[in-house]
């Protein structure tokens, strides 16, 4: 399905849900974003983020997408505040198990996937790492720069994104593994949660999904292929299993961008 795309002149006085979405990214937020939507069958309109836009960015209340707007309510960008807004929207069809056991672990791991402090939050702060010191496998310097005000990047802290990175692929590795000896395919009970589409998101930060399936730009592709030796040893098989099933039954391919 094609991308409704609008201007943000337009997404302002629009009706329904509006979210910006970065062009050309599989930014893995805004990718989760758009299935969590695209499960529920609610339709949206995508506006492109504009970085440069002091407007765009005090509309939306967000520097960064996704950013998500529903009709006048007060537009929402954290990843907790977008999984609640679908599921408000159309709770029929719930990405959060009703036991609260369950519920509990599904929220902890999307948190420990795409939060603050998370998988992918560490990975940025690893690229970003790897552009401002010359290293390979790192944004250009000036995106690294961007990226580097906008998630705390210290340099002191620096040696241990990778292992950080490590840890947390490990949990998942042997979360995913348990399940699998139950029969599940699921990283909670047996049946899709919101926490499988933020993995399978996410995981496409470290082994993107093929050119024909997600046109990301080349610089992009990159430096997401331009993994550690330490990263790599850690992303198991399962992973990008899980993240291929996720995708093939339930997320959108090719992926629109």
Known sequence: MALNIIDFDTAKTAKGLRMTLVKGIANPWGEAAKGIFQIKGIKWQTVYHDPFSKEMAKWFGSKSAPAVAFNEETPVSDWKDIL??????????????DDETSRDLVLEYSRLLCGKHGLAWYSRLEQVHKGLSGADGGYPKPMAE????????????????????????????QRLKEQKKAGSRFYVGNSLTAADIYSATVMGYFNPLPAEQCKMMDLIRTVLEN?????MAALDPI??????????????LPVQL
């Open 239 to 252: 992973l990008i299993e899980h993240r291929d099933f996720i995708y093939s039954e339930y997320l959108e």
């Open 84 to 97: 609640d807004l679908g599921e408000r929207l159309n709770p029929d069809v719930s990405l959060l198990p």
């Open 146 to 173: 961007y990226l580097a005000a906008k998630y705390g990047y210290n340099p002191d802290d620096a040696s241990a994104y990778e292992a950080k990175v490590v840890d947390i692929l490990s949990i998942f590795t």
């Open 227 to 231: 993994q550690s030796e330490a990263v």
